[in-house]
């Protein structure tokens, strides 16, 4: 990849270096903030966006970036996502809900005709 897509290497390498950062950063602690949490996983796909080019999509909507959640908590979602997709096209889509003191995420990927569908409530603290 490096000789023949230099530019596509070196923003991988950026993205995997931001993963690795957030990993030592985040190691030791219970909880990390939505915000952080979201910021992070949002390298996940852009990775294998760079992998998948236009075979992968994804999309992100949250109604909420307050609160403390464990870290990994969204990629680990995500990685589900994208690993457990089936077909020629990868479609991720990624929803945070807000009800009252609680948050919904949930996490779509549509492939082949069925739709799988993880849905979670986290309590935020």
Do not use: W
């Not at 991988?12 to 030592?24: G, H, I, K, N, P």
Request: glycine share 4%; hydrophobic share 35%; aromatic share 10%.
């Amino acid at each position: 990849m490096i000789e023949r897509e230099p530019k596509k290497a070196e923003e991988l390498v950026s993205r995997t270096a931001e993963l690795f950062r957030y990993s030592f950063h985040s190691v030791d602690k219970k909880f990390v903030t939505m915000e952080e949490e979201l910021n992070f996983a949002k390298n996940y796909p852009d990775i294998h966006k760079i992998r998948f080019g236009n075979r992968l999509s994804y999309s992100i909507e949250t109604e909420v970036t307050e609160g403390m959640v464990p870290p990994f908590l969204i990629q680990t979602l995500l990685e589900n996502a994208v690993k457990y997709s089936h077909g020629e096209k990868i479609s991720i889509d990624l929803k945070i809900k807000k009800s009252g003191n609680n948050r919904t995420i949930e996490v779509q990927n549509p492939s082949k005709g069925v739709i799988k569908f993880m849905k979670g409530t986290v309590f935020i603290f």
